[in-house]
């Protein structure tokens, strides 16, 4: 749904952030009641949009029951806590994360998108799914990228066929790996399989959006291409039935085919919805378009076997460092503008059986609480900070002075964006300040925040659209993992809609002579910086309305 301009610059700057999922509005209610529960992994998604699409068209329509996974990427009914989000009890924190409808559905495709990998902390990129029939209702549903691939196959032989190429079962689709005995036991060759079908569709996705860039921005477009993705893939392992996914994933001309039928779909969408197509990016004649993506997710079951074999026993830090190890690539990869050869580098660095001792203290420094998978995107995997285990521990964590989140209820934070713009019709303010609830010890609560969002203003006080001087809004926040976390999740609801985000700590930096703390928030994959000269304050009372809430932000420009 697209939301217009004032709701979504109040959203970007409330929680710092774009991309937590399109706007979520509230369900209607009548008498029928029926629940949807289950776990979303890849890693674990917190925060993700989990929703009922009944016409599976790859998007969350407004009539669609919707709900978020909780911080263990639990919607409806948590089994490690033994919280029913869904009962008549449950308070309004916790009803966020209950998935129920009013109409009665024999079988639907459950979607997941957006969120958090609470294994690498950074965002989710793309969706998940799983068909989910009347009968399997009151269980919880396990959701990853291998029930994904089979959420649009219905015929039994072709499903075995595509269990058979993945080396599995039927009963492996229930399986959650990376907890299966409910005391975090991994499943090693379940989570490479995993990571190997999500990260191949991510990648081919990524490039499919780089041109058909209105999907996911446009109503009743799917929210990203990777539904298309999976889709074809699972056609091509039933109708080819390659020896392996490793096989298929190293063969160019089936991956060729996949990224042709998948935009041919999307160009389809285009047509539907009368949007100005692009140009045809490749085919299997002329496969050009696509070829360096497919280059690059050749490369991926030799890297995710060099940082998850199958024949070790994994422990749970072990699955978080080669989780991250992992992203930084895929990062990289999915930003790549032209030819990035770094990528390279990265994926030379993670399979050269010579690297072996700076890999594992790479991933060991990964594990870590502090690790920063996004800068660690960035490097170019060579060079001085590449060539010894200290160095390598450096360029893998957030700076030293890069603090924890802790103690934030009873405390106030506010951020700035320290450009102003300029004169005479250029001006910016943007601030957002957040009241922080709940008892000292709790590591969740409600939030309050003040936003102010002024861009592109003019010196006479005039303001753009979508700016404001002052706006209050409310929410939840939790901060992932405990009391102490380098992530701060946010879920805000805005005139009925509800979004989430994510903040981390990011060091200081002292600008003019003031100490800043710097604060990174989630924005569409990227993280911008923001600063806050005071850090957590306590505070007395919080502001009762938009009027308080522009007494308490005063303007930085004058006007």
């Known amino acids: 749904m697209k939301t217009s301009a004032n709701v979504s610059t109040l959203v970007i700057c409330a929680l710092l952030i774009s991309c937590g999922g399109t706007g979520q509005d509230s369900a209607s209610v009548s008498e029928f009641r029926q629940e949807y529960s289950g776990t979303a992994i890849d890693g674990h998604i917190a925060r993700a949009t989990v929703y009922l699409d009944s016409n599976n068209n790859g998007a969350r329509d407004p009539w669609e029951a919707f709900a978020f996974t909780d911080d263990d990427g639990y919607y409806a009914y948590n089994p490690i806590t033994d919280t029913n989000y869904c009962a008549a009890s449950a308070s309004a924190e916790e009803q966020q994360f209950c998935l129920v409808t009013n109409t009665q559905l024999t079988d639907v495709v459950v979607r997941v998108n957006g969120g958090y990998d609470v294994l690498t902390g950074e965002p989710f990129l793309g969706q998940m799914s799983r068909r989910v029939y009347d009968s399997e209702l009151g269980t919880n549903s396990v959701i990853s990228p291998i029930t994904s691939l089979l959420s649009d196959v219905s015929d039994t032989t072709t499903r075995n066929q595509i269990l058979d190429v993945l080396g599995i079962t039927d009963a492996d689709l229930n399986t959650n790996y990376l907890d299966t005995d409910g005391a975090g036991d991994i499943d090693e060759t379940l989570f490479n399989t995993a990571l190997k079908i999500h990260k191949t569709v991510s990648l081919l996705a990524n490039r499919l959006e780089d041109t058909y860039s209105e999907i996911g921005e446009n109503y009743g ?8 993705v999976y889709r074809n893939l699972a056609q091509e392992l039933a109708s080819n039935t390659p020896d392996s996914l490793d096989a298929a994933i190293g063969d ?93 580098n990265a994926i030379t660095f993670f399979t050269e059986a010579s690297n072996e001792t700076l890999v594992d203290a790479l991933v060991t420094s990964l594990s870590e609480d502090n690790a920063d998978v996004n800068g660690l995107a960035g490097n170019d995997f060579q060079g001085s900070d590449f060539d010894s285990e200290i160095e390598i521990t450096g360029a893998a964590q957030l700076p030293e002075d890069a603090a924890p989140f802790a103690g934030l209820p009873g405390n106030s934070l506010r951020v700035s964006d320290l450009d102003l713009g300029s004169e005479p019709d250029n001006l910016k303010d ?130």
């Open 430 to 559: 943007s601030e957002v300040e957040f009241y922080f609830e709940g008892a000292s010890t709790d590591d969740s609560g409600r939030f309050t925040a003040c936003v102010k969002f002024i861009e592109d203003a003019n010196i006479d006080g005039t303001l753009s659209d979508g700016s404001t001087r002052g706006e209050r809004v409310e929410g939840f926040w939790s901060l992932l993992g405990g009391n102490e976390s380098f992530s701060l999740l946010l879920t805000i609801e805005l005139f009925g809609t509800s979004y989430s985000g994510i903040l981390k700590p990011a060091g200081f930096e002292e600008i003019q002579g003031i100490n800043y703390q710097r604060v990174r928030g989630d924005a569409d994959g990227d993280f911008r910086v923001w600063h806050s000269a005071l850090g957590l304050q306590s505070y007395d009372s919080i502001p009762a309305d938009n009027d308080a809430c522009e007494a308490s932000l005063p303007s930085r420009i004058g006007i």
């Open 221 to 228: 477009t799917p929210s990203d291409a990777g539904a298309a």
């Open 252 to 344: 160019d001309s089936l991956l060729t085919r996949v990224l042709d039928n998948a935009e041919t779909h999307l160009q389809s969408v285009y047509t539907l919805r009368e949007l100005d197509l692009p140009a045809d990016i490749g085919s299997p004649e002329n496969p050009a378009g696509f070829q360096r993506s497919i280059d690059v997710v050749n490369e991926l079951p030799a890297l995710v076997d060099a940082l998850i074999a199958t024949d070790e026993e994994f422990t749970f830090a072990d699955a978080v460092g080669a989780a991250r190890a992992l992203e930084s690539v895929v990062i990289k990869a999915a930003n790549e503008n032209g030819v990035d050869n770094t990528i390279e």
